[in-house]
């Protein structure tokens, strides 16, 4: 893996000065800023689980079996898939999806592409409106993620970013998020050079600095409208 994805996709070689030191080991100091208080994590804590209970009864109950039965007609594999990413305090956990690809051994080390040839009829359509995102929710219910938060990459291309852009995994200071600032201001699917991922990276650590429940709120919203309006590269 060494080289491999901040070459292939950026046309230069790494830097090994801003290497986080110990990554894999998930021993980075998890340091919060003034912004953070034992209140604030409660109260997002409760926004959390509201938002997800509901979602659970009144969507999830109808819509995950019916999605199921979709993509098990569509293509041969499990209804979800699972993949290792980096939680708070760069602790790694399984993060769940609708499976929207055929089986392949790229998954974690290659992003999604437009008319990428493992994505399946119906992975094409939850792609594009997001609903593969919405087991995401039982992520949220067991605590390993929050409603609005960093998105999280896949291990493998977390630590290739991390070794292009010194402090990248200061992401890690908050959960991930299903959704976050980056993507309420369009930046979604492939990472396609080096400065869109610079741009994610400085929106995610302003999230990190300033969040609160309005932030939240306003970014959950914001989000809704970039679905509708912005949704170009979901792919």
């Excluded at 199921?68 to 790694?92: A, E």
């Excluded at 292009?164 to 979604?188: D, N, S, W």
Aim: glycine share 8%; charged share 25%; hydrophobic share 40%.
């Amino acid at each position: 893996m060494e080289n491999v994805l901040v070459e292939r996709k950026f046309g230069q070689s790494l830097r090994k000065g801003n290497f986080v030191k110990g990554q894999q080991e998930a021993k980075i100091r998890v340091l919060y800023g003034k912004s953070d208080s034992y209140q604030k994590r409660l109260i997002k804590r409760v926004f959390d689980l509201t938002v997800s209970v509901f979602t659970t009864v009144f969507v999830l109950s109808w819509l995950f079996p019916l999605i199921g039965i979709l993509i098990k007609l569509d293509s041969k594999g499990p209804v979800l898939f699972k993949q290792q990413r980096h939680g708070r305090g760069n602790k790694v956990f399984y993060c769940y999806k609708f499976r929207t690809m055929i089986k392949n051994n790229e998954a974690d080390t290659r992003q999604a592409t437009q008319n990428d040839s493992r994505i399946t009829r119906v992975g094409k359509f939850l792609r594009k409106s997001s609903l593969d995102e919405l087991p995401q929710i039982l992520n949220v219910l067991l605590g390993d993620m929050s409603i609005v938060g960093p998105r999280p990459h896949a291990v493998p291309m977390n630590l290739e970013f991390a070794k292009e852009i010194g402090g990248f995994m200061q992401r890690h200071r908050v959960k991930p998020g299903i959704t976050g600032l980056a993507q309420c201001k369009g930046y979604r699917g492939e990472i396609i050079n080096f400065q869109e991922l610079h741009s994610r990276f400085r929106l995610d650590f302003f999230y990190v600095r300033k969040w609160c429940l309005l932030f939240d709120i306003k970014i959950v919203i914001e989000t809704v409208v970039s679905l509708l309006t912005k949704n170009e590269k979901a792919y």
